[in-house]
């Protein structure tokens, strides 16, 4: 009996003394948020025979791979780090045909023409991109306040930018309202097509080259004879003068070597505001309404895009040629609409409509439908398909056809990037979504935990046609989990 | 081209308008789900990103406006 009482006893103790060391674990364990990681990968690839490296016309084949980490540290509270890290490997065939002529080109007249030795810009280029924000939280208020900094790295382009965005929830409503202001500052390294390029930039002005008459006054134009620039032809200042008679592009005075080379540099900033209201309509709808407005100030153009003229000339590299020049200033606004609606208990409909317009007479209209279905608990399809149409700027057109006249253009701006002219575009395609029921991932030594919880694998591939003939496919990949 | 995308604009917004309802936290098992996000999703906006640099149009779901690389 003796004995029984005993081993009650210490059942008991042992049972209590568990219980209790169960009770004095740390307040701070309980409360651990995970660390957020997510990871993606997208690749994609498009042909097409509109490049505006040559003017409107030749291939527009290109690929590229991009990786990306998404990072979220919790602190304290709801508070926490945002770290966000990217590299983009792309290769454009249209790349190669920057340096596809050297030496000046005159329309008519005796030309030194050479064909071109290689790219200054390689046909294969990656960049580097990142950002980091801190989430301060108030739990209270319901809001979120974010600022944020990055920067982005390729060949020919170096940018900074800097954030804030704000959240509000209003639970008696309902409503989470965003609202994010971005400045973008980009440095352009000017890259020229091969034969605008025997211009060397000094200071305080811009040699005029062989034959050439210096533009600012103090450059040295050296040698004599009449090359496309010398004394008498206004083409020089034709093309590095915008419609208001500023120099285009404004003469920073400032250089950057690369490979040996001086080239000139410019500057593109874009201020960006966007906002979104989202609601909920009932147990099964919701929808949100957004406004961006965007104002870009300084190079808006591309410096290696060229643009043919209707001469008459059909000898590619006798025909009047010019360097894109588009306003050195473009108001964006876009507005948009979503609606989800959850249809049966597996089957959702999600849509989206942008409308937009610019100052340089872009209009366009977008309309996304998807359709998630819910083949197993823990796995969705989605099909969707994406309609894009556009009336485009006034100042494109194709090769060949742009008239030189002042009177043909009198804003004086010219462009042939068909990305800017009058399109249509389709693109179809389908996701999968794979959200693990139970905990998925890998467990610590004693199996006890999870150190690494799978909480989503998603793969997207997506196909589009646009009317002008280009083509594209993309296949994504993510993977989201936690630590 | 924009009139009959006006009257979607405004049929949407006579929807919402007039349907709203509050909903309890034990009803929320729809609207919590992925589908229902009101947003573009992160693989969304990674895809996104690469056909915005093929058209004159950007903006919505807070992604690509404009610059920060050398696109349009």
């Keep these: 009996m003796e004995i029984i009482f005993t081993l009650i006893v210490l059942l008991v103790s042992t049972v209590v003394a568990f219980g209790q060391q169960k009770n004095e674990k740390p307040q701070e364990e309980k409360e651990k948020r995970p660390v957020k990681v997510s990871l993606l990968s997208n690749y994609y690839e498009q042909d097409g025979d509109r490049s505006a490296v040559n003017g409107g016309w030749g291939s527009q084949k290109l690929t590229s791979f991009t990786q990306e980490a998404g990072f979220y540290i919790p602190v304290k509270d709801s508070s926490g780090y945002k770290l966000h890290v990217g590299i983009d490997h792309f290769t454009a065939a249209s790349l190669r045909m920057i340096d596809k002529y050297q030496g000046p080109v005159a329309s008519g007249a005796s030309t030194t023409i050479v064909a071109g030795q290689g790219s200054s810009v390689s046909e294969d280029e990656t960049r580097y991109f990142g950002s980091i924000g801190y989430d301060f939280a108030n739990k209270k208020k319901h809001s979120i306040f974010t600022p944020t900094i990055g920067f982005s790295k390729e060949y020919d382009v170096a940018s900074i930018n800097g954030g804030l965005s704000f959240a509000k929830y209003f639970p008696k409503k309902d409503i989470h309202y965003v609202t994010a202001l971005n400045i973008i500052r980009d440095r352009w390294m000017v890259i020229y097509p091969g034969e605008f390029r025997p211009i060397t930039v000094t200071d305080g002005g811009v040699d005029g080259g062989t034959g050439g008459s210096s533009y600012n006054g103090s450059g040295s134009g050296s040698g004599s ?11 020089y200042n034709q093309i590095f003068t915008d419609a208001n008679n500023r120099r285009y592009p404004e003469p920073t005075g400032k250089t950057v070597e690369k490979n040996g080379k001086k080239f000139p540099v410019d500057y593109r900033t874009s ?28 190079l808006l153009s591309t410096p290696f895009h060229r643009v043919y003229f209707n001469d008459g000339v059909h000898v590619d590299s006798l025909k009047e040629v010019r360097i894109e020049k588009l306003p050195r200033e473009r108001f964006k606004v876009s507005v948009s609409g979503r609606f989800n609606y959850f249809l049966t208990n597996k089957l959702a409909l999600r849509s989206q409509v942008r409308l937009y317009a610019d100052s340089w007479d872009i209009l366009a209209f977008t309309g996304t439908i998807e359709a998630p279905y819910k083949v197993f ?15 485009g700027t006034s100042y494109y057109n194709g090769y060949g056809r742009h008239e030189s006249s002042p009177e043909a253009i009198p804003a004086g701006y010219y462009t042939s990037d068909i990305d800017l002219a009058y399109i249509t575009s389709n693109k179809i395609g389908a996701a999968l979504r794979f959200v693990p029921f139970n ?26 046609k646009r009317s002008d003939g280009l083509k594209a496919n993309t296949v994504s990949f993510e993977l989201a989990f936690e630590l | 081209m924009f009139r009959s995308k006006r009257c979607i604009v405004a049929l949407l917004l006579l929807v919402t308008a007039t349907s709203c309802e509050s909903v309890k936290a034990y009803q929320r098992q729809y609207l919590k789900d992925d589908a229902m996000q009101q947003g573009a999703s992160s693989i969304e906006k990674s895809e996104n990103e690469a056909f915005s640099y093929r058209e004159g149009a950007s903006g919505g779901d807070f992604g690509k406006t404009g610059g920060g690389c050398g696109c349009n």
């Design chain 1, 377 to 391: 608990k823990s796995l969705t399809v989605t099909p969707f398909y994406r309609f894009h149409k556009q009336q």
């Design chain 1, 439 to 464: 905990a998925f991932g890998i467990s610590d030594e004693d199996d006890t935990k999870k150190i690494l919880n799978v909480k989503s694998i998603g793969l997207r591939y997506a196909y589009y």
């Design chain 1, 271 to 298: 201020y960006s505001f966007s906002n979104m209201v989202a609601f909920t309509i009932n147990k099964r709808m919701n929808a949100a309404v957004g406004l961006d407005l965007v104002l870009q100030k300084g």
């Design chain 1, 225 to 235: 004879g009449s090359g496309y620039y010398g004394s008498g032809t206004d083409y």
